[in-house]
């Protein structure tokens, strides 16, 4: 059991400060001296007593997922409002549990006196990841116009729908919105694989040669969390 609080506890330490943007060093200091380094980087990083029971619910998130969704089940049950019903959607969304967050996403859209966008903005995550290519263009639809829909994760997915569905010309035009130097990076070598499948090699090897040089510059801790995205890059520009 310790060694799950442990690890768990060094999970959220490394997430707080990837989140927060903090020195490398912190990094090492968690991975590398467990038990201490965490401590230490709460103790000066994170706590203060309105912090505390934050990190109590993340760290029980952590250890006991389940238990933070039956928290929000009965919660929804004393009180079903329209943010206690989008909080329980998170977690299932957190959790892997796609079906039911779609259905509570959607249970949201009866409010009409609501936003919906963060609403369809989530059942396209959920459908992209139920392969419902068809859902993720339905609630892709009634959001593209939004400003927060240019560039999103939500495009990307929008994209990659139209792929798979065929629809090649604005596949490319929705990735293509993606590409952006020195930033999304797994979302680019998706849309280098595009061209490549397209008989477009020479543009999608320009692509992934883009990505290469510019992970040369990549911080430690960036080139840690992309590592799998530039290792598939090397290997594809080596069969081109």
Excluded at 80 to 92: G, P, V
Aim: glycine share 2%; hydrophobic share 35%; proline share 2%.
């Amino acid at each position: 059991m310790h060694y799950y609080l442990i690890i768990a506890l060094q999970a959220y330490c490394i997430y707080h400060a990837y989140k927060n943007h903090k020195p490398y060093y912190w990094f090492f200091l968690i991975f590398f001296i467990p038990v201490l380094g965490s401590l230490i980087y709460i103790i000066t990083q994170v706590y203060n007593k309105s912090d505390a029971d934050k990190i109590q619910s993340e760290l029980t998130s952590i250890i006991n997922p389940t238990k933070k969704i039956k928290d929000l089940e009965k919660k929804l049950e004393f009180s079903d409002t329209y943010s206690n019903r989008i909080e329980l959607a998170d977690a299932y969304l957190s959790s892997g549990d796609f079906p039911n967050a779609i259905l509570n996403y959607k249970e949201t859209l009866k409010d009409t006196a609501q936003n919906n966008l963060y609403a369809h903005q989530q059942l396209i995550l959920c459908y992209f990841q139920l392969k419902d290519f068809v859902g993720v263009l339905d609630s892709s639809e009634l959001i593209k116009t939004k400003s927060e829909f240019k560039g999103s994760k939500q495009q990307f997915c929008y994209g990659l729908a139209l792929k798979e569905l065929g629809e090649l010309e604005k596949a490319e035009t929705e990735l293509k919105q993606i590409d952006r130097p020195y930033s999304n990076y797994t979302e680019r070598l998706e849309l280098a694989k595009f061209y490549i499948e397209n008989n477009r090699t020479t543009e999608g090897k320009e692509l992934l040669s883009e990505i290469s040089t510019e992970s040369q510059h990549m911080t430690k801790p960036n080139r840690r969390i992309y590592r799998t995205t530039i290792a598939e890059v090397e290997r594809l520009l080596k069969t081109l």
